[in-house]
């Protein structure tokens, strides 16, 4: 929706970006700007970088940047309407809704409002109603206690088709409200009926304390096993972790990451209260990002015992690798039933079998995750064969060469030789060659950019906004810069038109920002938050980011304009003669395909 300008002049002036960063950033002071560590990726060293006096954020490590609502956006995980509704009630100021914004208002909090009614309606049943025993029954038989159900807002579905639809049409919500919450489903004919029935519900709380969602587990053993919302106005299984409400509370140093909503449960009832869940999915970055929020130093993984789990597990471990966390992987032994079959475990099982003292042991003595990495490669060969010690150390010298710490690879060396069976000169000097032959991969690589004129100039990081005519787009570059620093030297007209940028982007951030302009507005980096996705901003905010002087700012200004007009220039010649060129092949193709028809 669009908000009248002169409230977001109002709000943006209000909104200091430092007062808003600090809120979530420990910020230092360097001259005039601020730098601390990135919320959005975890790192040690801070290069995250607050300049107060263009009211803008940029991160030198994962590259994100932007304004002050781009800010919120992104930490808050909220779209662009509710992000201003943020500042507006942080800034005590009333937000001036038009019909459409106050319509997405009203509908996102009338979803939100539907879901916690519907969580209310659960919970009753399970608290008393006759409709709610079997839930009561299977959580005893879980050894789940009534104040850890409590807690967990958990609930019981009826073995109903239409309780809960019936429930909440009575409290005046839409049927076509339930079916975008994800609560109802539609049948071939156009009749609803319940999503879930005769099962343990299980409220998907976010870390603001709103229920997006439901996770949700059946008393039997019919299938799905676990049946969980769809992704909603207000829900995106990407960016929430089960339980993380409750965990962010924690005093524990770290999370810990499990793949079920129950081991979750069972977890905090045994007092290990930072265990979160990603519902049954790989860890996404978004969750990851969410982690990082909280400033934790350590992750440990607890997945489920199979190949599933391991794949899970290695794929969080692929994604974290770099982000600065210390990781460690927690496998549960199988355990041994009474006719001597080995199972897996899941947290719960375990705590049920050998008690919260015995997973405490476990957790403890947690794998680092390079142990656990050099357990897997070497599960993978036939450690009896010289074949499978040759794969074993070839793979093992890979993962080794990607260890960023000497002592660490050295360390990881001597233990892959042991493995292996080979001296340990041997390992140490196929782990050098790997590492050569990574860098000589690595140079022909950048010799191939060096090579290409393009890769001279600096292209933007994502591959959607690469640069076609790099000449043309570092003018293009330049005009913005120039626009916000001073846009008192610009002509009125503009001589140029956006056709004649050959950057999309580029060409889209310079009329936003000039239209403001011709309207009077003071120019400003937020301007083009509402039009521009978040991977745009960041481009446009490295842009900045890029040196400009002010001394030759008319000048630079000329120059730019001249480029940008002579390689628009060449490109509509090119197209000129391409336009040629394909008229005169037409006219061939026709003669031809005439003189054939005669022939």
């Given at each position: 929706m669009a908000f009248p300008a002169a409230f977001l002049d109002n709000l943006t002036a209000r909104s200091d970006i430092v007062d808003i960063v600090g809120g979530y950033v420990t910020l230092t002071r360097r001259g005039g700007d601020y730098w601390g560590c990135c919320p959005f990726h975890h790192e040690k060293t801070p290069s995250f970088h607050v300049a107060p006096d263009r009211q803008m954020y940029y991160c030198f490590g994962c590259k994100k940047g932007g304004g002050v609502i781009n800010f919120v956006m992104e930490i808050e995980n909220l779209p662009y309407p509710?992000?201003?509704r943020f500042l507006a009630k942080r800034a005590g100021l009333e937000v001036p809704e038009d019909n459409q914004g106050a319509d997405e208002?009203?509908?996102?909090?009338?979803?939100?409002?539907?879901?916690?009614?519907?969580?209310?309606?659960?919970?009753?049943?399970?608290?008393?109603?006759?409709?709610?025993?079997?839930?009561?029954?299977?959580?005893?038989?879980?050894?789940?206690?009534?104040?850890?159900?409590?807690?967990?807002?958990?609930?019981?579905?009826?073995?109903?088709?239409?309780?809960?639809?019936?429930?909440?049409?009575?409290?005046?919500?839409?049927?076509?409200?339930?079916?975008?919450?994800?609560?109802?489903?539609?049948?071939?004919?156009?009749?609803?009926?319940?999503?879930?029935?005769?099962?343990?519900?299980?409220?998907?709380?976010d870390i603001r304390g709103d229920v997006v969602a439901f996770g949700s587990r059946v008393l039997d053993k019919s299938e799905p096993k676990y049946m969980n919302s769809p992704d909603t106005p207000v829900y995106s299984k990407r960016r929430v972790l089960y339980g993380m409400n409750l965990a962010k509370n924690t005093k524990r140093p770290g999370f810990l990451l499990c793949e079920g909503n129950l081991d979750v449960v069972t977890l905090h009832q045994a007092g290990i209260d930072n265990a979160v869940a990603s519902m049954g999915t790989a860890l996404t970055a978004?969750?990851?990002?969410?982690?990082?929020?909280?400033?934790?130093k350590e992750l440990v993984f607890c997945y489920d015992n199979d190949n599933a789990g391991e794949i899970a597990s290695e794929?969080?471990?692929?994604?974290?690798?770099?982000?600065?966390?210390?990781?460690?992987?927690?496998?549960?032994?199988?355990?041994?039933?009474?006719?001597?079959?080995?199972?897996?475990?899941?947290?719960?099982?375990?705590?049920?079998?050998?008690?919260?003292?015995?997973?405490?042991?476990?957790?403890?003595?947690?794998?680092?995750?390079?142990?656990?990495?050099?357990?897997?490669?070497?599960?993978?060969?036939?450690?009896?064969t010289d074949e499978g010690r040759l794969q074993y150390s070839q793979e093992a010298a890979a993962f080794i060469v990607t260890i960023d710490n000497a002592v660490e690879r050295d360390i990881y060396t001597n233990r892959a030789a042991e493995a292996a069976g080979v001296g340990e000169a041997a390992m140490r000097e196929l782990v050098q060659r790997?590492?050569?032959?990574?860098?000589?991969?690595?140079?022909?690589?950048?010799?191939?950019?060096?090579?290409?004129?393009?890769?001279?100039?600096?292209?933007?990081?994502?591959?959607?906004?690469?640069?076609e005519n790099v000449r043309s787009a570092r003018a293009e570059e330049g005009l913005i810069r120039l626009l916000l620093m001073d846009d008192g030297i610009f002509p009125n007209p503009f001589p140029l038109t956006r056709e004649q940028f050959s950057s999309p982007l580029c060409g889209k951030a310079f009329f936003i920002l000039w239209d403001a302009k011709q309207e009077g507005r003071p120019l400003s980096l937020y301007l083009l938050t509402e039009q521009l996705k978040q991977e745009e901003m960041s481009q446009i905010v490295a842009i900045l980011n890029q040196p400009e002087s002010s001394a030759n700012a008319a000048r630079a200004l000329s120059d730019y304009i001249g480029v940008i007009r002579e390689e628009s220039g060449k490109r509509g010649a090119a197209g000129a003669q391409e336009d040629a060129l394909t008229k005169l092949t037409r006219k061939y193709q026709k003669q031809k395909t005439k003189g054939g028809m005669r022939t």
């Open positions: 509710d992000a201003i208002s009203r509908r996102r909090a009338r979803l939100l409002q539907l879901n916690r009614d519907a969580a209310l309606f659960y919970h009753r049943l399970l608290k008393s109603a006759p409709e709610g025993q079997p839930v009561r029954d299977y959580l005893q038989r879980r050894q789940i206690l009534w104040k850890t159900a409590v807690r967990f807002g958990m609930g019981a579905s009826p073995n109903s088709w239409d309780a809960l639809l019936n429930a909440m049409t009575r409290q005046g919500y839409q049927k076509a409200e339930l079916l975008e919450a994800g609560l109802v489903v539609k049948n071939k004919k156009g009749g609803f009926y319940d999503k879930f029935r005769n099962r343990l519900m299980l409220p998907v709380v978004e969750q990851a990002q969410l982690v990082n929020r909280f400033r934790k794929r969080a471990l692929d994604l974290l690798r770099t982000a600065g966390f210390t990781i460690r992987v927690l496998q549960l032994p199988r355990r041994r039933t009474e006719n001597g079959e080995y199972v897996k475990q899941d947290p719960d099982d375990f705590i049920k079998f050998q008690g919260v003292d015995a997973f405490e042991r476990l957790l403890n003595n947690s794998e680092r995750a390079a142990d656990y990495r050099m357990s897997q490669i070497a599960a993978k060969h036939d450690l009896k790997t590492a050569k032959a990574d860098y000589a991969r690595e140079r022909r690589r950048e010799l191939r950019r060096d090579l290409n004129p393009a890769a001279q100039i600096v292209q933007p990081q994502e591959r959607a906004l690469r640069y």
